[in-house]
């Protein structure tokens, strides 16, 4: 094919490759835009529905089913890859709108002026065009600190996933566009020598390892090797793709990505000077950021830092941990949720005064809970590289150096909810707990109208439960006699002869596995040595929870709004949003009077 253009057809080349991209990056601003209005104004509406929830049926929560509707379907309609990979139908959407929106416009009005359709001269140069102008906001999303989270209200951890969806449509579009110019130029091997065209090659190369050790099994099984490659695969790419574009005047596609890049890192820094100055310092006491290190079970490490007081963060959040003596390079920044409260909540006179004189006699109580209020604390469970790492340092308690990058991310606002509900999975406590016992603080307060909170943790083994005994022994204590407070503790570990002989088994709801009913078996155990169990709504049992039947148990006698939170495995993740689908959330429920249901999930891992 010959590669002449026509005076007419350079001008309308020039014309869209410059129209076209402006134009798709108009409709993706327009649906962040539309996304943050109702990111931000949807818990307000939902309030104003639900203060007087009557057991009747009423068209005037017609508008309230719909939003139930909206959510189920979203967010709780799934496709499931595997027993690890689940998307929900939002992304899913997002999904398929993004790949035909940037289709659209590259093969829109692409007739030449000689009058041959989908002239692939037109759609190879456009395509590359408009992956390219997609690079500033895939690295974006790709930051810490980004203008997309402030927009939207929604979390950089969540918007990760369009950071490599979009990521990997431009990878599959610049390769399209690179096939295309082959075809289109004869002389494209005599071109090779030009160094405009070995940017590109490069930057393709750079990418295509980039996309491969960015999977999900490559990910999860050898981060470290990811991380460094995520490093230096989007410098290479991103430095070569701004020399091969800057030939057609594409250059100002790429440029913004350094800044935003840029500006993340030095925000990042900032933060890391501020809350570790006793390193820098500014501030004397070097060490004041150590932490010690245990291992609660083979395989979660707990991590513990003295509480600074210049660090506040809200239940729920996360912070990156940097510690230069476990990892392979010193800045390598690891994601870990905070599993400790900052508040004074339990923090009585009694623990105050001996947080200064017991602290080491403190340490040697295998998996005492008091940290939870005291301390800056993680849960870290145990995989390969630097986590496996870690463990080698908590075999022998050792203390380690930590700069603490946070914190980040939201935290759920539960004080709208008459009913809350939290479902954990061995650490997901990590998530559950600091907003559990931040509900009940809130209660105290006057700064919620919740009546009811329901703790559901599955473990593996009734040690486990030593981790956060203290903390919801206080909780219990200090919690109002308005607030009615349920703890149900399942234990899934195998089973010593003597709690053998002395089970007693009673079926429970049936449940279906693949289709066929199946009887769920409790083992109810009798733990007397626990001041946890002898209290009023804790109850611990031996086997699987039921989440179906559960949660389904809650909601039926529900008044109200009612919030799920979550964190834990793909599983429980997944039997979560199975038993809040129709018609437990379905419009008859709610315009019967039943509970509007919203649903909080933080799972494991990378998505």
Known sequence: MSSDLSE????????????????????????????????????????????????????????????????????????????????????????????????????????????????????????????????????ALGTKNNLVSLVTGISYDRLNYIHRMMARTCFMLLWVHAAGEIVCFPSFQETLSEPWLRAGITAMVAFSILIIVSLRPVRSDIYEVFFYVHFLGVLIFLVG?????????????????????????????????????????????????????????????????????????????????????????????????????DSSLLSTSQTEDQSGSGENDETQV??????????????????????????????????????????????????????????????????????????????????????????IWSIRGAGYVQWIEEALIKAIQLAPPSLTISIRIFDTGPLSKAQSMEENYSPSTPTEKNGIPEQVVTRKTSLTSSMLFSLRGVKMESGRSDLDGLLKEEVSIASGSMSVSVCGSQNISRAVRHALRFPVSGPSSILSGGPSVTLYVESFGYA
């Open 366 to 455: 295998l998996g005492s809970s008091a940290p939870f209020w005291k301390e800056l604390v993680f849960l870290v469970n145990v995989h390969g590289g630097f986590t496996k790492k870690l463990k080698e340092v908590a075999d022998t308690k050792g203390i380690v150096k930590v700069f603490v990058d946070g914190p980040y991310g939201p935290s759920p606002d539960l004080g709208s909810y008459d009913t809350c509900v939290f479902v954990a999975g061995g650490s997901g406590i990590s998530y559950t707990l600091p907003v559990f016992l931040s509900v009940i603080e809130s209660v105290r307060k006057g700064k919620s109208s919740c009546k009811r909170v329901v703790f």
């Open 241 to 341: 793709g701004y020399y091969h574009t800057k030939g057609a005047y594409g250059s100002y596609w790429i440029w913004p990505s350094f800044v935003f890049w840029a500006l993340d890192r030095f925000i990042r820094v900032v933060r890391l000077v501020v809350f570790n100055h006793s390193y820098f310092g500014f501030k004397s006491g070097s060490g004041t950021m150590d932490a010690t290190t245990e291992m609660l079970s083979a395989d979660v490490v707990r991590l513990r830092l003295r509480r600074p007081p210049h660090f506040h963060w809200s239940p729920g959040q996360t912070a990156y941990l940097i510690m230069p003596s476990v990892s392979t390079l010193p800045f390598e920044a690891h994601p870990f949720t905070i599993a400790s409260f």
């Open 8 to 139: 007419a057809d350079i001008i309308a080349l020039v014309h869209e490759n410059d129209a076209y991209p402006e134009q798709v990056w108009y409709t993706i601003a327009a649906f962040l835009f539309v996304v943050g209005c109702f990111q931000h104004n949807e818990s307000d509406e939902e309030t104003a529905a639900t203060n007087d929830i009557q057991y009747k049926f009423s068209l005037r929560r017609i508008p309230l089913a719909i939003v139930n509707v909206y959510r189920v379907v979203a967010f709780r309609w799934t496709l499931e890859i595997g027993q690890s990979y689940t998307l929900n139908m939002a992304e899913i959407f997002v999904t398929v709108a993004y790949i035909a929106l940037l289709l659209i416009y590259a093969f829109v009005n692409t007739t030449s002026v000689e009058g041959q359709k989908l002239d692939i001269i037109y759609w190879s140069n456009r395509i590359g065009m408009l992956a390219s102008s997609q690079f500033p906001i895939v690295t």
